[in-house]
């Protein structure tokens, strides 16, 4: 499958050489796709990575990652609405923005949610929202010695959710939990600040959250 990601930093690239490794064709979308280290990506993934502006990735994917920084998202999804019209969009973003002492807060919360928003920016794409509560590195292939990591996915086309999910349990995830629609965007993007938090507490990067049942 060929598949766009709309962003270029850390999350877009191990996303990106994860699923390569699952076998697709990956082309990251950037507005300056010369960077040193996407040259050193495109290298990694060999003949399966591609590189191309935000609208190329987005016309390039059969699906469509969004992994974009929150301040840029609005303005990215204004740009790339046409070439996304009628793709399942994966929304692994969360609305984040940062205090003056650097402690991160949400942007939209309690009524509303960053799923939400890319949701109604894009309303012939069917959003679902997942992998934005766990490190990058740990999005393809998780193992954790003490637990079976949970990832958490919610959108309202439950046919693209069940495609999310095949290509979920492709990367390595075996506890994936269907919310329900967009709205339960609500309940996991401030698990992000959960997570940051525990983080900063342990000195730890490499968390992730587990549901034990008894």
């Not at 046409?82 to 002492?101: S, Y």
């Amino acid at each position: 499958m060929k598949i766009g990601i709309i962003g270029s930093g850390d999350v877009a690239q191990s996303l990106g050489l994860g699923l390569i490794d699952c076998g697709h064709d990956v082309m990251i979308g950037s507005r300056d796709v010369k960077r040193k280290e996407l040259e050193a990506w495109k290298k990694k993934g060999k003949k399966q990575a591609n590189l191309g502006s935000t609208t190329q990735a987005a016309e390039f994917g059969e699906l469509a990652i969004l992994a974009t920084a929150w301040h840029a998202t609005e303005d990215v999804l204004a740009q790339v609405r046409p070439e996304l019209a009628g793709k399942i969009v994966i929304d692994v973003t969360n609305p984040l923005i940062f205090k003056d002492d650097d402690t991160p807060d949400l942007s939209v919360g309690h009524n509303m949610s960053g799923g939400e928003v890319v949701q109604q920016s894009l309303p012939d794409s069917h959003v679902v929202k997942t992998l934005n509560t766990i490190n990058h590195a740990h999005m393809y292939r998780p193992s954790y010695k003490n637990g079976n990591p949970v990832m958490f996915m919610c959108g309202n086309n439950q046919s693209a959710k069940k495609h999310i999910e095949e290509l979920l349990v492709d990367m390595g995830w075996s506890n994936i939990v269907d919310l329900g629609n967009i709205e339960k965007c609500r309940l996991t993007e401030p698990l992000c600040l959960l997570w940051v938090e525990y983080g900063v507490v342990k000195d730890t990067w490499d968390h992730a959250f587990s549901v034990i049942e008894k």
